[in-house]
């Protein structure tokens, strides 16, 4: 094996690429910042929450999108623990859930799951953990809030496997009582882990006690209650759970499940060098040709994110891009595969935890940012000259709000048509055409509806356009196959028939009820989720 096929090998072999999902609120940010805090990127927790204060409102948004960067330094945090290589993907998962949540999943290798352990498995959980299920990616859980009073571990487990379908496999297992949890029980080692106060909502890194569970100073310490308590669960989980099967774990049919409190700072450094051990290297990904390998020695790469800056001067726009295979070189010429063009990559960027920096080189697993000369579209693959390859078309997510949009000012349409393409091309929103009104409105979809409002937003800032912005009443699309345009679906009362950008029928319906009417009505048609690849 040659030096720069070692090396490569290497760099593969200890990064570890990943995205937190939660429901709003369940700790997701209060825990990057302490995996941060833990991996030694930050020195004082509270800045990450800081900022994402004020990205609360929609007129908070625009106003930090404005301020070159903000957002952009949030997309992907990477730092250094122990010999690993950590890139954290940031998933804008709050009021501003997006399409841009869904696909930081097709970038990442696996997932950490936070849970509030008072509330479960909520809404937005469920929904980002089908996207990491359909890729088949390893999910790992993280129950949180174990500071304060909660539903009981054993609940817990059993919500996550049937509200999920996944089976669980606890780590570890809280010590203590509800609402006065002290530590973390550790069951591959067979060890007590008990925390100190985090004090100060643990800005710092907090102390630890470890020893055999088996040691008589912990049931002196826990009361001898508690200790048999432990004791006695633990029995139960070694002998009703599963077995723990990292084959299991790492085709997504098995959760690794860990017990803490990202704001005390319990059971986070067991939960990030456990998982860290657990979690895999960079996968290979899927080509229209087959699998590519990360260590294969060709650079490849695909675009999975634009953010578009907001400052109406500039109007440059950075495009992220999850390397996939072979080494990256600062201001190596590569191929754009959808244009043909060769493109030189010369000022590359990269993100350590709030700094943003040009960086000479990179590896499979790593996430950088370029300047997108209104190139790149979201999926766009690059690759090394010569090379002729594409990867899979990016999935299509299936919209849950629509409007019809249209330029208040007649005259205005041809900004109109270049803004909605250019954002559109972005992956702002998605756009369809209703055929018998043509193409003075459109029709847009969108994941959330944050996006509605920046849609208008920036047709306004960065194409001086007003639009018209009507809401329509569907919360649900099916992509139909064996539709004859000719016959109208039948039991589509209140919904309609529509084109997406490839000008795929879509109907629209209000809600899933509506769905199952007319899928009784229409066994010669099929209605798809999301359109076929
Ligand atoms: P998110 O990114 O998933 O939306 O959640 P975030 O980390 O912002 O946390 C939401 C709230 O939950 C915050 O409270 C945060 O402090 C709190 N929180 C996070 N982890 C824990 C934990 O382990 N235990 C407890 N008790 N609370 C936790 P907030 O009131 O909204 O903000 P703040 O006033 O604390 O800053």
Redesign the pocket.
Known sequence: MSTTAAELQTEVQRRRTFAII?H????????TEKLLLYGGAIRLAGTV?AR??AKHAVSDWMEIEKQRGISVTSSVLQFDYDCYRVNILDTP??QDFSEDTYRTLMATDSAVM?IDAAKGVEDQTKKLFYVCRQRGIPIFTFV?????HGKSPFALMEEIENVLAIRAYPMNWPVGVDGNYKGVYNRRLAQIELFESGGA?GQWVMPSTIGSAEDPAFAELLGTDIHNQLIEDIELLDMAGDPFDIEKVRQGELTPMFFG????NFGVRPFLEEFLQLAPPPLARRSVDGMVAPDDEGFTAFVFKIQANMNPTHRDRIAFIRICSGKFVRGMSVKHVPSGKIVKLAQPQQFMAQERMIIDEAYPGDVIGLFDPGLFGIGDTLCAEGKNFQFEDFPVFPPEHFARVQPKDTMKRKQFVKGMTQLTQEGAVQVFRQPEIGVESFIVGAVGVLQMEVLEYRLKQEYGVDILVQHLPFSVARWLEGYDPGKPVKGLDSGMVIRDGKERPVALFRNEWSVRWAVEQNPQIKFLTVPER
């Open positions: 939660s709003p609120d369940a700790g997701k940010t209060t825990l929450k994402k204060a998962g709050h936070v949180n809030k174990l500071d304060r909502h409190s990202a704001l005390t």
